[in-house]
């Protein structure tokens, strides 16, 4: 049985759960055709400041208490965020909705991730171009399914608006940016919105599940750091006085070499990519300066952290070696998770007493890195409970791919599941 706060999460009648349904059916157009106004305003991390108006207001005239701007994460830092980008405004996108049900209860929180990809979005036959949904934002699409989560999260802010009467205790939906990149997690814990959390739950649509089927025991999250590696050298001229220069671009491509190399490892889920390397202004110019992005994963935190460690010795000696300053920014950063059994077969239940999801997978590897993993350790770190899963959906081109879409019949599974799922932890009948 599944204790939040040190109390069982309570049944929900299966009437209460046939009309919960039933309900979540009748809004399904109505989810559609917002998920696919969300998909034509994708907005990078950090940037979804159009995005996150349009959730404001949806919230607001739902009456949720909405707090967004920069009271949302205050001096939390942002990750990957450039002193430029926050000169021109970035950085205070994402709010959270509260609401308080003014009776003692657990806090229970949902995630909902709200960025888009720096991807050109397919047209011809794709179905957002056909349908005339496609992205208004030149270079920019929603390939992971957040148009979809946004539709969902805001669906279930909808449906529990009433029955919120009848719950004790508080709700808590976050809007989460950037989280492309995994980002936008460390400052929403930074900023203290876990700190009275009781359970949080996370999603995600696709990723290899197929329509109808839920994934519930969740294991193999990826922990990963991102890190800029930022080397600072001397400029010459390259055919009169080379022996005055002392260049980064050499030592930078040093850094690669050795870092992808040590990816040669016996730890399960090792991987490391070194994935943009920038440098010089001209070839008669000793480069004096060089900047390279690189990622780490692993399958477990204490196997990431060994790691990175070796990761920062390759680039300290290559640096001394070259003579030349270095720096490394942490731009991104999750942790491993598994979900435990009890949530798992917690929401199963809810499943199959609802008729939500056909098929429910209570054991899948989820092989990749999502940085609500970050959220999720630190309500478990409070001897809190958090879960995360995945919602099935047949897709039409794979995620982050320019001629990504999913099923959209996902959005009343979803839905349905959420609201019940909160609805039980709440105490709703």
């Not at 209860?105 to 990809?117: E, W």
């Not at 979005?121 to 270079?139: F, K, N, Q, V, Y």
């Not at 950037?178 to 996370?202: F, S, T, Y």
Request: glycine share 12%; charged share 20%.
């Amino acid at each position: 049985m599944l204790m939040i706060a040190g109390q069982p999460a309570r049944s929900v009648q299966e009437g209460t759960l046939r009309t919960l349904v039933s309900e979540v059916r009748t809004l399904a157009p109505e989810r559609v055709v917002m998920r696919r106004d969300f998909h034509k305003l994708a907005e990078l991390g950090w940037h979804e400041q159009c995005t996150t108006a349009r959730i404001v207001d949806e919230l607001r005239n739902l009456d949720y208490q909405v707090i967004a701007g920069r009271d949302f994460l205050g001096d939390a830092p942002r990750l990957g965020l450039s002193a430029a980008e926050r000169e021109l405004g970035a950085g205070n996108s994402g709010c959270i909705a509260v609401f308080e049900t003014g009776r003692p209860g657990p806090t229970v929180a949902l995630r909902i991730d709200i960025d888009a990809l720096p991807i050109t979005e397919a047209g011809e036959e794709h179905r957002p171009a056909l349908g005339g949904w496609i992205s208004d934002t030149p270079g920019v699409m929603h390939a992971c399914g957040h148009d979809g989560h946004i539709a969902i999260g805001l669906a279930v802010a909808r449906l529990m608006k009433d029955r919120l009467e009848h719950c004790d205790g508080l709700l808590k939906l976050i809007f989460q940016p950037a989280e492309e990149g995994v980002r936008g997690a460390k400052a929403v814990v930074g900023a203290g919105w876990l700190n009275d959390v009781d359970l949080l739950l996370g999603f995600h649509i696709g990723l290899g599940v197929p329509s109808g089927t839920i994934a519930l025991g969740l294991r193999g999250f990826l922990a990963t750091k991102k890190y800029r590696v930022e080397l600072i050298g001397q400029a010459a001229h390259a055919g009169k006085d080379p022996q005055d220069g002392r260049n980064a671009l050499l030592p930078a491509c040093q850094m690669a070499m050795a870092l992808q190399a040590l990816a040669q490892s016996s730890k399960p889920g090792i991987r490391v990519n070194v994935g943009t390397l920038t440098a010089g202004t001209a070839l008669n110019i000793i480069p004096d300066h060089a900047i390279l992005e690189v990622e780490f994963r692993a399958e477990h935190q204490i196997d990431l952290d060994g790691l990175v460690e070796r990761a920062q010795h390759a680039i300290e000696g290559i640096a001394r070696a070259h003579e030349v300053e270095c720096g490394m920014t942490l731009i991104g950063e999750a942790t491993d998770w598994s979900n435990t059994e009890d949530v798992a077969t917690w929401i199963r239940d809810l499943c199959v007493s609802g008729k939500i999801f056909q098929e429910h997978l209570m054991q899948h590897q989820f092989g990749a890195s999502e940085d609500a993993t970050l959220m999720c350790r630190a309500v478990s770190e409070r001897n809190g409970r958090a879960a995360y899963f995945v919602f099935g959906s047949d897709l039409a081109g794979g995620h982050h791919t320019s001629d990504f879409d999913f099923d959209e019949g996902v959005l009343v599974d979803g839905t349905a599941v959420l609201t019940a799922a909160v609805l039980s932890s709440l105490g709703g009948s």
